[in-house]
């Protein structure tokens, strides 16, 4: 059981460079998330996808884009990669959008850098 | 909106000692809370969570935390800390009708022998 898988694992970019990073679960979630994570600033939301056929912005969406491409996958698009993208990027699932209090289960992590 | 508060990025702690992380949180309605552990180079781990029913949550690997509505709290505590609990948790809340769980900046946990 994969649960929650991402690739690449990691990536470096030259600054104005595109490139998606990609997220696939295998649990039959409806609700799937992207966020980055920074050092001492934990874990903010970029964007969420409540069930297939939707996307709404989180905490921090600028410079992002996302695609549900089905219940399965859900990618996310950096259209031109700035020094400030340098993160730890992890996708998470969880049930249902409705049912909350189910945990969301994580990916290993995607690690980028923008030269 | 949600939100939750962690003091002391770092935490250091005995091997043997107790370990304690503060964990406060906001919310206009009744919370989902949860602990997260993170080991070097992992995603997270669900350590444990609260959703209303018991307020004494166990988890794994020996934590378990407290609901403290009065004093909007979840702490996460161990009794006897190992080599092994060197790591990163976060604390998170989500709540019914909102569907994003919002992190707190995490504790780094180091064990001294």
């Known amino acids: 059981n994969a649960g929650v898988t991402q690739t690449p694992k990691f990536q470096v970019l030259k600054t104005g460079q595109s490139m998606t990073l990609q997220c696939a679960q295998d649990?039959?979630?409806?609700?799937m998330y992207w966020y980055r994570q920074d050092p001492g600033m934990g874990l903010r939301l970029i964007y969420y996808?409540?069930?297939?056929?939707?996307?709404d912005k989180g905490e921090v969406p600028n410079g992002y884009n996302v695609s549900r491409l089905n219940k399965r996958e859900f990618s996310l698009r950096l259209e031109s990669a700035a020094p400030s993208q340098t993160s730890v990027y992890f996708c998470?699932?969880?049930?249902?959008?409705?049912?909350?209090?189910?945990?969301?289960?994580f990916g290993q992590g995607t690690r980028l850098t923008v030269v | 909106a949600q939100s939750v508060t962690q003091l002391g990025s770092h935490v250091s702690v005995s091997e043997g000692a107790l370990v304690l992380l503060r964990c406060n949180y906001s919310?206009?309605?009744?919370?989902?809370l949860f602990w997260y552990v993170q080991y070097p180079n992992q995603g997270l781990q669900l350590l444990l969570k609260?959703?209303?029913?018991?307020?004494l949550v166990k988890g794994i690997n020996g934590f378990e935390a407290e609901f403290k509505k009065s004093e909007t709290s979840f702490h996460l505590t161990k009794p006897s800390a190992h080599m092994s609990d060197a790591a990163e948790y976060f604390c998170?809340?989500?709540?019914?009708?909102?569907?994003?769980?919002?992190f707190g900046k995490g504790n780094q946990v180091v064990v001294i022998p």
């Open positions: 998470a699932s969880s049930a249902s959008g409705v049912l909350v209090g189910t945990e969301a289960f």
């Open positions: 649990m039959n979630h409806n609700s």
């Open positions: 996808s409540a069930s297939e056929g939707t996307t």
């Open positions: 919310s206009s309605v009744p919370p989902y």
């Open positions: 609260y959703t209303s029913a018991a307020t």
């Open positions: 998170a809340v989500s709540s019914y009708g909102n569907n994003r769980l919002a």
